[in-house]
């Protein structure tokens, strides 16, 4: 009975050791994937303030004004085209 119970508390220290280098192992896999997506984060987050300048650029009526004029050759209507429609 003393040979069985020593077996199985030499297999369950294994079973504990191989238990903890696996979860140091998961652990340091975790770790670097967290701290691969807290810098992605970080780059998304500097590209996000970039697009909203741009977006608070390209927005102004100005800007619009400009594209519409150089880029599409658009101009606006002459009075006499201009037809006001009551309802």
Do not use: C, W
């Amino acid at each position: 009975m003393t040979r069985f119970l020593m077996i199985v508390l030499a297999l369950a220290s294994i079973a504990s050791a191989i238990g903890v280098v696996y979860a140091r192992h998961r652990h340091r896999v975790l770790f670097d994937e967290v701290t691969r997506l807290e810098r992605a984060r970080d780059e998304l987050n500097v590209e996000f303030g970039r697009l909203q300048l741009e977006q608070a650029t390209v927005a102004e009526a100005t800007r619009i004004d400009q594209v519409a004029r150089v880029r599409l050759g658009m101009k606006f209507p002459e009075t006499a085209d201009v037809v006001v429609i009551r309802p």
